[in-house]
């Protein structure tokens, strides 16, 4: 599998499927921007949403026009139609739990103060990569959004001076560090007395 982030913001997406897995998906897709189209019979309230379209039909092949990125959360029979109609467009499915109708892979994913973390399992196990997503976030350091601040700062500062790309990690790790070393500095020493 080769790992990517998808830019989906200002761009179509079809939803196939209209119960509590799609629902599901749809949170993600509003939150990145997605212009989302919602095809099925039955659509659960919860999927009825402002800039939603919703397409109270069966699943038609020329849903898929225009669109960038397609997810079927319907019963395989329906999958499986909508792969074959994404094929010949040249569009990734995410066919939830359905891997021999996919062509692409959701993950477990953890977003935490602009840095986003995917596990995969190739389709195979959801629940695991669900188990290593909560694991990771629970290891993730609290102070991550001022870990991008620093990051952000130096990358520019880097940029403006030229600085190689290969010599940029250490220079973050020694950033880093100074973070956590004005952090430690500003803890109360264990022998300090309480303000009475």
């Given at each position: 599998?080769?790992p990517?982030?998808?830019?989906?913001?200002g761009?179509k997406v079809?939803?196939v499927?209209g119960?509590?897995?799609?629902?599901?998906k749809l949170h993600g897709l509003?939150?990145?921007?997605?212009?989302?189209t919602?095809?099925?019979?039955e659509?659960?309230?919860?999927?009825e949403r402002?800039?939603?379209?919703?397409?109270?039909?069966?699943?038609?092949?020329?849903?898929?026009?225009?669109a960038w990125?397609?997810?079927?959360?319907?019963p395989p029979?329906?999958n499986?139609q909508?792969?074959?109609?994404?094929e010949r467009?040249?569009l990734f499915v995410?066919a939830?739990d359905?891997p021999?109708n996919?062509?692409?892979?959701?993950?477990?994913v953890?977003?935490r103060?602009?840095?986003?973390?995917?596990?995969s399992?190739d389709?195979?196990a959801?629940?695991?990569?669900?188990?290593?997503?909560?694991?990771?976030d629970?290891?993730?350091p609290g102070d991550?959004?001022?870990?991008?601040s620093a990051?952000?700062e130096?990358?520019?500062?880097w940029?403006?001076d030229?600085v190689?790309v290969e010599?940029?990690?250490?220079?973050l790790?020694?950033?880093l560090n100074?973070?956590y070393?004005e952090?430690?500095n500003?803890?109360?020493t264990p022998?300090a007395?309480l303000?009475?």
């Amino acid at each position: 599998m080769y790992p990517a982030f998808l830019r989906l913001t200002g761009r179509k997406v079809v939803l196939v499927g209209g119960g509590r897995v799609a629902a599901g998906k749809l949170h993600g897709l509003i939150a990145e921007g997605a212009n989302v189209t919602v095809v099925a019979p039955e659509i659960r309230p919860e999927l009825e949403r402002p800039g939603v379209t919703l397409e109270r039909r069966r699943f038609e092949a020329t849903d898929l026009d225009g669109a960038w990125y397609v997810i079927a959360a319907a019963p395989p029979e329906v999958n499986r139609q909508v792969l074959v109609a994404a094929e010949r467009r040249q569009l990734f499915v995410n066919a939830v739990d359905d891997p021999p109708n996919a062509t692409a892979y959701a993950g477990g994913v953890v977003r935490r103060d602009g840095v986003t973390i995917a596990i995969s399992t190739d389709g195979r196990a959801p629940a695991l990569a669900g188990l290593l997503r909560e694991a990771l976030d629970a290891w993730l350091p609290g102070d991550l959004d001022e870990w991008m601040s620093a990051a952000d700062e130096a990358r520019r500062s880097w940029k403006q001076d030229g600085v190689a790309v290969e010599r940029r990690r250490p220079l973050l790790l020694e950033t880093l560090n100074r973070l956590y070393e004005e952090r430690r500095n500003q803890l109360p020493t264990p022998n300090a007395q309480l303000p009475k």
